[in-house]
C-alpha cells in the first residue's frame, strides 16, 4: 500500500523556520521524483519546490534562497526546510510522488500538512 505521510507543519511567525517531512512507504522511494506543492486558499496548487528527472533541484521564485528539499533514500524521506516565512507562505502543503516510464506513469499525493506564518 503506497503511503506519502507529511508533518512537521504548525505556525510559525514571520521569520522563523519550519521543517516538513514526507514518509514514503509502499514504493520504491530513491527511482521517484519528489516535490512540495502547496495550496493557500482561493488559490491553485503549485509546485514550490521539487527534484528533476536528472536529480536536480528546482523552485518556485518566491522561495529560492528560503527553501531546501534534502531527501534521505535511506529513510525513504523527503523534507522542505523553510527559512525566513513569509505571510504568503501561508498554504496546505503536498508532498508528491512521481515516476514515468515508457508504458506507465505513478502519480501519489500526500494528505497534506498545514503552514501557517502569522504572528
Known amino acids: 500500500q503506497v503511503q506519502l505521510v507529511e508533518s512537521g507543519g504548525g505556525l510559525v511567525q514571520p521569520g522563523g523556520s519550519l521543517r516538513l517531512s514526507c514518509a514514503a512507504s509502499?514504493?520504491?522511494?530513491?527511482?521517484?521524483?519528489m516535490s512540495w506543492y502547496r495550496q493557500a486558499p482561493g488559490k491553485e496548487r503549485e509546485l514550490v519546490a521539487g527534484?528533476?528527472?536528472?536529480?536536480?533541484?528546482n523552485y518556485v521564485d518566491s522561495v529560492k534562497g528560503r527553501f531546501t528539499i534534502p531527501r534521505d533514500n535511506a529513510k525513504n524521506t523527503v523534507y522542505l526546510q523553510m527559512n525566513s516565512l513569509k505571510p504568503e507562505d501561508t498554504a496546505v502543503y503536498y508532498c508528491?510522488?512521481?515516476?514515468?516510464?515508457?508504458?506507465?506513469?505513478?502519480?501519489?499525493w500526500g494528505q497534506g500538512t498545514q503552514v501557517t506564518v502569522s504572528l
Open positions: 527534484f528533476t528527472s536528472y536529480g536536480g533541484t
Open positions: 509502499g514504493f520504491t522511494f530513491s527511482s521517484y521524483v
Open positions: 508528491r510522488a512521481q515516476l514515468k516510464r515508457a508504458i506507465s506513469e505513478y502519480d501519489y
